[in-house]
């Protein structure tokens, strides 16, 4: 779908779909698409995207759906954004989506805003939830037992490729949201690794845990604002940080 369209879906059931490339269920181009309702289950992309592969400025928007056990080999167990892609989550539940970079989504070039929505045992190599290497902002939701060996929830990183003619750096502005039972081997809820992105507002946590960092591993300078409770956190060094 591409070039002003738009779509919208309110009910259906996508299950196991396959793609050798991108988007599993669709795959969208300078378009608006919106779910509301509807099951996206066991959808595969053997590059990226389980779910929906989002490029050139499209506007995705997702109110609501149950996305499960979709995967990706590469990026995006249920989306990805390239090229200026612009997608907000208001609801849905997110549940047992893997792939080897964001279980849920790959932020590479657009932004990603996470306002409600239930992220619940999600899986990835490099943030369990959302990889992120443009720009993400979360105010709301709830991430629970969200698996990553970089980040149990998050991994963020610099994308070091000139884009039209500048790299793009890594920004999560994480304001909101609860966060119980992520784990990870290093950071149970974050990976920080951004070196244009420096402060991460602590949100309240509770059960969180990894290896290094029960809640937060810094792989360069960071800065941690609170106020927050991070409550139950485990590791075997830095039991939170």
């Known amino acids: ?41 066991g959808n595969y992309a053997a590059d990226s995207s389980g779910v929906l592969h989002s490029m050139l400025w499209s506007t995705v928007t997702i109110a609501g759906g149950v996305f499960a056990d979709n995967r990706a080999a590469v990026l995006g167990g249920v989306l ?9 989550i208001t609801g849905g539940t997110f549940e047992n989506n893997s792939a080897a970079s964001g279980g849920v989504a790959m932020i590479y070039e657009g932004t990603l805003d996470v306002s409600g929505g239930i992220f619940r045992g999600n899986s990835a190599t490099f943030g369990g939830a959302i990889n992120v290497q443009d720009a993400v902002a979360v105010t709301g939701g709830v991430f629970e037992r969200n698996y990553g060996h970089f980040g149990g929830v998050f991994f963020t990183a610099d994308y070091i490729e000139f884009y ?11 304001a ?15 990976y920080a690794a951004a070196t244009a992105q420096t402060a991460y507002a602590l949100q309240d946590g509770d059960g969180n845990a990894a290896t290094i960092g029960g809640v937060v591993y810094c792989a360069t300078d960071c800065v941690l604002r609170g106020p927050a409770t991070l409550s139950r956190s485990v590791a075997a060094d830095g039991g939170a940080v």
């Open 1 to 41: 779908m591409d070039h002003d369209s738009a779509v919208a879906i309110d009910a259906g059931a996508f299950v196991n779909n396959r793609v050798t490339d991108y988007g599993g269920v669709a795959f969208v181009e300078d378009c608006d698409f919106t779910v509301r309702g509807g099951t996206f289950r």
């Open 80 to 88: 990805t954004t390239r090229r200026g892609g612009a997608v907000t």
């Open 164 to 174: 039209e003619t500048e790299s793009i750096y890594a920004s999560l502005d994480w």
């Open 176 to 190: 909101g949201g609860a966060f119980r039972n992520n784990s990870g081997f290093f950071g149970g809820v974050l």
